[in-house]
């Protein structure tokens, strides 16, 4: 039997919408890694960045300063953070 997920189609519905209105020169990409340091890689549902930024195909990962908004929808408790003393 198939189970609706219903955050799953928030997160998508919200990336759709951002894309129908993002102008050329930005683009939204979902659930890609943003490297703050060797150890601490999150990963926002959804987030905005410059066209640029994306260098193709086997890019993994996306610098801080490259994020326009990033939306994450945190589901349970808090992750836990190690310390690097920056604020996502």
């Known amino acids: 039997m198939f189970k609706s997920d219903p955050d799953g189609r928030c997160t998508r ?5 951002l894309l129908e209105q ?4 930005l683009d ?5 890694t943003v490297r703050l340091d060797s150890k601490n ?11 640029d930024a994306n260098t193709g195909p086997g890019q993994t990962w996306y610098e801080p300063q490259d994020l326009l908004p990033a939306v994450d929808r945190r589901r ?12 996502l």
């Open 28 to 32: 939204v990409m979902r659930e890609t």
């Open 13 to 17: 519905l919200l990336e759709n919408a």
């Open 76 to 87: 349970g408790g808090p992750e836990p953070v190690t310390g690097t003393g920056r604020d």
């Open 41 to 51: 890689r999150p990963e926002p549902d959804v987030m905005v960045f410059p066209a």
């Open 22 to 25: 993002a102008p050329d020169h």
